[in-house]
């Protein structure tokens, strides 16, 4: 058996008042100790707007910041709408993630940012007691499927205007 311990690297995390946004796991943890992971893409666009919290980036800035070297415009696009609808809990904004106007996007300045704690955990081949996985609530999952297209809607049709207006600029 080994006893070899592995010690994990501080990591940069975000505190708003009702979620924690921790990039090095790529999740949101919710205030009701639920978890929505992100996507890559959807992960680097917040990170980004985390640490330029309050001020307004357009959409050419985290696109050219963001995106990987094989993604469109388009692609960039799909995933600041849904970051966007993973802003909302429960049918609330949570997330402070907004569309300024025609400008871009921001994030507004976390209650707290933080180091998340470097800690020694066991050996990754051996199983850990304490291992919790948190399952969503079946509630919780059929309500994202009702408000997802209401939400994924009317995000899709202010990024198509404001694309339409850069793109005339």
């Known amino acids: ?3 070899t311990m592995v010690t994990k690297v501080n990591s940069r995390c975000y505190r708003f008042s ?9 999740s949101l943890y919710w205030q009701d100790r639920t978890v929505s992971m992100l996507t890559y893409e959807e992960c680097r666009l917040l990170e980004m707007l985390c640490y330029h919290a309050g001020e307004v980036l357009s959409a050419r800035v985290l696109y050219a910041s963001t995106s990987l070297p094989d993604s469109s415009f388009s692609q960039h696009q799909n995933s600041l709408c849904s970051l966007l609808a993973k802003s909302y809990r429960h049918g609330e904004k949570v997330l402070p993630l907004d569309v300024v106007g025609d400008h871009g ?5 976390p209650q707290k940012t933080y180091q998340r704690q470097a800690e020694t955990v066991p050996n ?6 304490l ?12 309500a ?9 809607g009317v995000i899709l049709s202010v990024l198509g205007a404001a ?6 600029m």
Do not use: G
Not at 21 to 26: G, K, V
Not at 105 to 109: D, E, F, G, P
Not at 124 to 129: F, Y
Not at 131 to 142: G, L, M, R, S, T
């Open 18 to 26: 009702d979620v924690d946004f921790e990039p090095e796991s790529r």
């Open 105 to 109: 996007y921001r994030v507004a300045l």
């Open 131 to 142: 291992d919790i996985h948190i399952d969503e609530p079946v509630q919780e999952v059929q």
């Open 144 to 152: 994202k499927r009702n408000l997802m297209p209401i939400v994924t």
């Open 163 to 168: 694309a339409t207006i850069v793109y005339l």
């Open 1 to 3: 058996m080994d006893d």
């Open 124 to 129: 990754p081949s051996e199983p850990d007691p």
